[in-house]
């Protein structure tokens, strides 16, 4: 534990970074990334740090390398203090191939939050992430209860899976909707008793991930043809519960 005060949003300070981390909500992204390239040297790496999948898509105009990572670390705001609570794993690697080697990043990221490990291929851990975060998010916010919940709702867990399995399949991705249905499961028992965070933005009539969480998993799906019936039914339950309070001006998005 450390008392010190970082400056994480001050353009000036960020365009003279060797290494930038973006640890925004995955609508926020963009924006803040497009307006940091210009400023940044075009050599330094961005690490994207959040749920979902898409904004490698929306930067692909930046001149940057882009990494992406994964990690199970947990912390929580008490006010104004960042509380770590729960020790993980962050899992690195490039959001495509760059003729630099960028896996010395995982050093020091080890050095500084461990454990850190490196993937050439770090895609498989990414989609991995997404199906986790299509059954826990949606289905936590629409049933307002904690992870653990879930254990109740078996069928709809499994039906999410199998259809995130059939896209992943398409992908290029080689897995089954057994195996991602055992690595939701023990997400769910190892997380019981978490709030989930678009329950937290739900709650509190923010905008929400879900365009690229289950959205993202909805336009891959219908770029191969493949049918997503449980997935399209919750994110367009989550559309209609977040356009009732974005409706009425409560909370409106903001830039990052």
Known sequence: ???????????????????????????????????????????????????????????????????????????????????????????????????????????????????????????????????????INPLTALKECKNGDLRDYTQEVAAICREVAAVMEREGIHTSAENLLFYVEQVIESTAENISSMLQDVRAQRHTEIDYITGFLLNRARAHGVAVPENARLFELIKRKENEYERVGTDLPRPW
């Not at 770590?84 to 990043?105: F, M, N, R, W």
């Open 1 to 135: 534990m450390f008392n010190e005060s970082l400056t994480a949003n001050d353009p000036d300070f960020l365009a003279s970074s060797e290494l930038l981390i973006v640890t925004l909500k995955a609508w926020q992204v963009s924006n803040a990334v497009k307006h940091l390239a210009g400023i940044l040297p075009d050599t330094t790496p961005i690490v994207l740090i959040h749920n979902g999948m898409g904004t490698v898509e929306e930067l692909r105009g930046v001149k940057q390398p882009l990494l992406l990572a994964s990690t199970t670390q947990a912390a929580r705001r008490d006010g104004n203090v960042i509380i770590h609570v729960a020790q993980g794993t962050t899992h690195i690697g490039p959001a495509k191939s760059y003729e630099g080697d960028y896996s010395y990043l995982a050093e020091v990221l080890q050095s500084v939050l461990p454990d850190v490990a490196w993937h050439n291929n770090i895609h498989s851990a990414i989609w991995r992430k997404l199906a986790v975060n299509c059954v």
